[in-house]
């Protein structure tokens, strides 16, 4: 299991991400309020702006507060087998 760093000690299992969008089109707005409705979201933003959207193979939808590509680098190194917070 490899674990990476989502901000303020917050961890993600870099195995059950199949997607890191920005939260900022129509479509993927209507996705994560979905979420929110159904109890299937996360929020990992400790109170700042959601720079992106993480999508999890068990339907999850985590909100982030640090940027899709510095997370996507963060994921790409664990799955490397080397960490990087």
Not at 11 to 39: C, G, H, N, V, Y
Not at 60 to 77: D, H, N, Y
Request: no cysteine.
């Amino acid at each position: 299991m490899t674990l990476v760093h989502a901000g303020f000690g917050k961890f993600l299992r870099a195995q059950d991400i199949t997607a890191i969008t920005l939260p900022t089109s129509a479509p993927i707005q209507r996705m994560i309020k979905d979420a929110k409705k159904e109890k299937r979201s996360v929020n990992y933003t400790g109170g700042r702006r959601t720079k992106a959207a993480v999508f999890t193979e068990s339907g999850q939808v985590v909100l982030v507060a640090i940027t899709p590509e510095a997370l996507a680098g963060r994921v790409a190194s664990a799955r490397q087998g080397n960490l990087q917070d």
